[in-house]
């Protein structure tokens, strides 16, 4: 009797579960009905978000000097640089002379030329006085006197006593030696002009401005005759439209190279805002850009100009805001999420969204963080609903399940059974 006792008991028991459970399934507004299964959640956390752009560039110098000669003002001499040479500023690069120096010499010299020949007619002149007043002294009667030297003293000679001419004659001497001291002098400073212009003539030379290297020397003397790169290096690239619409100038950067081990950091410099090649409807406008690379130690291997580096240009990044994964954001007029609470519902949030990148949402207003969210933007969700979730076996601990009480236990096996 015991055994068709417990068969019988145990088909009763079964055909009320089958009973309860279509009634709960059949039931409008049951429970039961309104139950999701939920099966991936995620947590809103506190994170960084980044928002970058990607993109390539190649390894260059910062800047370019061209250095131009005039061939015609001046006469090219040698250069004094190679090709390849390291240089700092003030290093000499070539030498020349110039025309303009060799006119300004001519000039120079007639000027001294002239002043030396009225220097020799002021020491004749000094002579014929100086030969006058001998006479004076030892032989008066038979004194006679030069046409130019009476004309210059400005005396009547046949009325004027002897100790007047013999006045005037010293006080001319005297206004002829200040005259002749006054060309002498200048005599000297042109001596010292054309000495300045000789030292310019053999060796005018050009030198740089900056340290640099000497990239290209142009031997047919066509300008620029030399090209000097800056040892200071950079990165070079292009960006599409749509990024051009993000970069800024003194945006930071980041970027890696096979041939450098360390990662390269630094900042936006320069954005051209006309593109590379001429705007066109066949093709996609790409425009030129710049990067400075921050200085690093000198321990570090120098970097090899045309490198290629793969680049990461840092356009917004917001630290410590709460974040979820872009799939748990759903749209129906409105994006939201399904917060899973401690009751067990499915409850939906409308959201404020903030920055979006690396497959991250910034939340400005919504759940916070440590708060539950639904990932499973494909599941059909009622708000308010009760969820269930696997059992994570590894988690399961007898003294949690004795919490439950008689009805919790019920409740729960029921809508496990349903559910699944």
């Avoid at 009973?19 to 139950?35: A, F, G, H, M």
């Avoid at 303009?100 to 020949?117: C, M």
């Amino acid at each position: 009797m015991s055994g068709k006792w417990k068969i019988a008991a145990v088909s009763i028991a079964s055909i009320v579960l089958i009973t309860v459970n279509l009634y709960l399934i059949e039931k409008k507004e049951s429970k039961v009905e309104r139950t999701v299964f939920v099966e991936n959640w995620t947590k809103v956390k506190k994170d960084t978000i980044t928002d970058t752009i990607q993109t390539n560039g190649v390894i260059k110098p910062v800047e370019e000097y061209d250095i131009y000669f005039d061939a015609k003002k001046n006469e090219f001499k040698k250069f004094l640089v190679k090709e390849g040479d390291a240089i700092t500023a003030g290093s000499s690069l070539f030498e020349y002379t110039t025309t303009e120096l060799d006119a300004r010499k001519a000039d120079l010299e007639a000027e001294k030329t002239a002043a030396e020949g009225e220097i020799a007619g002021i020491e004749e002149y000094i002579g014929k006085l100086r030969s006058y007043q001998g006479t004076l002294t030892s032989d008066p009667e038979k004194a006679s006197i030069d046409e130019s030297v009476e004309k210059n003293l400005n005396i009547d000679i046949t009325t004027s006593s002897s100790d007047l001419i013999k006045s005037n004659i010293e006080q001319e001497m005297y206004k002829q030696e200040l005259e002749k001291n006054s060309l002498n002098e200048k005599v000297k400073m042109l001596d010292a002009k054309l000495s300045s212009i000789e030292e310019q003539s053999s060796a005018i030379v050009t030198t740089s401005e900056a340290d640099g290297v000497v990239k290209n020397i142009n031997k047919n003397l066509n300008n620029p005759i030399i090209s000097i790169v800056s040892t200071n290096m950079a990165i070079e690239g292009y960006l599409s439209e749509e990024e051009m619409k993000k970069a800024e100038v003194g945006m930071t950067i980041k970027a890696s190279s096979s041939d450098s081990k360390k990662a390269l950091k630094g900042t936006i410099g320069r954005i051209h805002s006309y593109p590379a090649e001429e705007p066109s409807l066949k093709k996609d406008n790409r425009f030129p850009f710049q990067a400075l690379i921050e200085p690093v130690g000198e321990e570090t291997e120098p970097l090899l100009v045309g490198s290629k580096v793969n680049l990461t240009v840092i356009t917004n990044e917001k630290a410590g805001v709460p974040s979820i994964p872009i799939e748990a954001v759903q749209y129906q007029k409105q994006p939201h999420v399904y917060k899973l609470t401690k009751k067990g519902h499915v409850d939906k949030h409308y959201i404020t969204k903030g920055l979006k990148a690396e497959g991250k949402q910034e939340l400005i207003k919504g759940p916070s963080v440590g708060d539950v969210i639904l990932l499973e933007p494909n599941v059909a969700v009622k708000n308010h609903s009760y969820f269930i979730t696997p059992i994570q076996f590894e988690k399961v601990k007898a003294a949690t399940y004795k919490k439950f009480t008689s009805r919790e236990k019920v409740r729960y096996l029921l809508l496990g059974i349903l559910e699944k």
